[in-house]
């Protein structure tokens, strides 16, 4: 198994998944979708969405074997958190 190598800086790889994500993608995937994984492929703006990370990888990795994968959560800023939280009033 070939490992990838990250072809863009840090910085470049997080502007252009945010860029797709807020101009392509969220428009589509928001209503319905909260708390999904979307995993989009940062050089052709293709993507998958699942409730699980893997899944959602693994599918657009099957169409796209070389992707530079970007993850977000539908609905939030963070796809995972670390730490306690408080609850949120219903």
């Known amino acids: 198994m070939a490992v990838r190598q990250p072809r ?9 998944g945010d860029l797709i994500y807020q101009t392509q993608i969220r428009p589509q995937v928001e ?18 969405i699942d409730a699980h990370e893997i899944t959602a990888c ?5 169409r796209h074997p070389d992707a530079q994968v970007w993850i977000v959560r539908v609905g ?3 796809v995972r958190r670390f ?3 408080t609850k ?3």
Do not use: C, Q
């Open 31 to 48: 209503a319905g979708n909260h708390g999904k994984i979307v995993a989009i492929d940062i050089e052709t703006g293709d993507f998958e």
């Open 88 to 90: 949120r009033a219903v």
């Open 8 to 16: 863009y800086s840090k910085e470049e790889f997080a502007r252009r």
């Open 83 to 85: 730490g306690g939280r």
């Open 58 to 62: 693994d599918r657009l990795e099957a």
């Open 76 to 78: 939030s800023h963070h």
